[in-house]
């Protein structure tokens, strides 16, 4: 399990969105990135249907493959 908490990128506020982790300041669900993505649009793509920028939500993959990476990340164990 990710601990979202360690992503400046994101968020969780009790009662926006069920308490789920969003992109900050927006209220787009971190799983609605990894789902698009999954679904094969691309990041640009998921910037004009979301009104998000490139870097928000290229931060959340570049967060989490620096997390598999680091020494004593799930990859490292």
């Given at each position: 399990m990710i601990?979202?908490?360690q992503?400046?990128?994101?968020?969780?506020?009790p009662?926006?969105?069920s308490g789920?982790?969003?992109?900050k300041?927006?209220?787009?669900?971190?799983?609605?990135?990894f789902?698009?993505?999954?679904?094969?649009?691309?990041?640009r793509?998921?910037?004009?249907v979301?009104d998000?920028?490139?870097?928000?939500v290229?931060?959340?993959?570049?967060?989490?493959?620096h997390?598999?990476?680091?020494?004593?990340?799930?990859?490292?164990?």
């Amino acid at each position: 399990m990710i601990d979202w908490s360690q992503c400046p990128a994101v968020e969780r506020i009790p009662g926006k969105r069920s308490g789920t982790w969003l992109l900050k300041a927006t209220r787009m669900p971190v799983q609605t990135i990894f789902e698009n993505l999954d679904a094969g649009l691309s990041v640009r793509e998921i910037t004009e249907v979301f009104d998000v920028t490139e870097q928000e939500v290229n931060a959340i993959p570049h967060f989490l493959t620096h997390r598999l990476e680091a020494p004593g990340g799930p990859c490292h164990n």
